[in-house]
C-alpha cells in the first residue's frame, strides 16, 4: 500500500475484483446450465422417438402377424365367390336353395372376419382406372363401355393388409383406342398402365410374398 492509498481504497479495490470473480463465475454457471438444458432436451427427444419407434414396430408386428394366415385364406373365399357367382339360383328346389344360402352366409361371414381383422378386399369396379400399386393387368382388349386404360372385369379379386398390399386384383383392362365414355387420352397416357407386364408377371406393383 502506498502512502497516497488509503486502508478504506484497499478494501474497495478488492472488493471490486471479489465482484468480477464472481460474475464470471455466475455467467460460466449459466452457459453450463443452458448446456445440460439442451442435452436433457436432446436425450429426452431421443428417448420420445425411440418410444415411438418402438410402438410402431410392435403395431406393425401384431398387424401383420396374420399375413400369412390370412393369405393362406384367400383361396377359401375365391371358392366360396365362385361358388355364389355361379350357384343355380333359380333353381326351384327347396334344399338347394337353402344349401345356396348357406354358401352365400359363409362367405359373407368370411368376409366380415377379414374386415374385423383389418383385411381389406380389392375389388374395383368397371370403368374403374387401373392402378399399378393395387391391380395386375392380365389381359388387355378393345371396350366401347370403359374408356382406355380402365378396368373392364375383375377375374379375381386383390386384398390389403391395413394399407399393406397382400394380392393384387387380377384385371382385363381396356386398351388403347376404346371408345368407352371419356375414352380420349392424352399422348402422355397412352399407356395407361406402363411398366405393367400383362402377362400377369411382375404388374401389380410390389407385394409381399414371404409372411
Do not use: C
Request: net charge negative; no cysteine.
Amino acid at each position: 500500500m502506498t502512502d497516497e492509498q488509503t486502508p478504506a481504497e484497499d478494501v474497495a479495490f478488492e472488493g471490486a475484483e471479489d465482484f468480477g470473480d464472481a460474475s464470471q463465475e455466475i455467467a460460466a454457471l449459466q452457459l453450463e446450465v443452458a448446456a445440460l438444458k439442451e442435452q436433457a432436451l436432446r436425450y429426452a427427444a431421443e428417448a420420445e422417438n425411440t418410444k415411438r419407434r418402438a410402438e410402431r414396430e410392435m403395431n406393425d408386428a401384431r398387424a401383420y402377424a396374420i399375413q400369412k394366415f390370412a393369405r393362406d385364406l384367400l383361396g377359401v373365399a375365391d371358392n366360396l365367390s365362385r361358388a355364389t357367382a355361379h350357384s343355380p339360383k333359380d333353381s326351384a328346389d327347396a334344399s338347394v336353395k337353402n344349401f345356396i344360402v348357406g354358401v352365400e352366409m359363409t362367405e359373407k361371414e368370411l368376409q366380415g372376419a377379414f374386415e374385423r381383422n383389418g383385411l381389406k378386399k380389392i375389388d374395383p369396379a368397371q370403368g374403374e382406372k387401373f392402378d399399378p400399386h393395387l391391380h395386375q393387368a392380365v389381359m388387355e382388349q378393345p371396350s366401347t363401355e370403359v374408356a382406355a386404360g380402365g378396368v373392364i372385369t375383375v377375374l379375381q379379386a386383390g386384398y390389403e393388409l391395413m394399407g399393406r398390399l397382400v394380392r393384387p386384383a387380377m384385371v382385363a383392362v381396356a386398351a388403347k383406342g376404346s371408345t368407352g365414355p371419356g375414352g380420349e387420352q392424352p399422348a402422355a397416357s397412352a399407356n395407361p398402365y406402363a411398366g405393367a407386364n400383362t402377362d400377369g408377371e411382375g404388374s401389380g406393383g410390389s407385394f409381399d410374398t414371404k409372411a
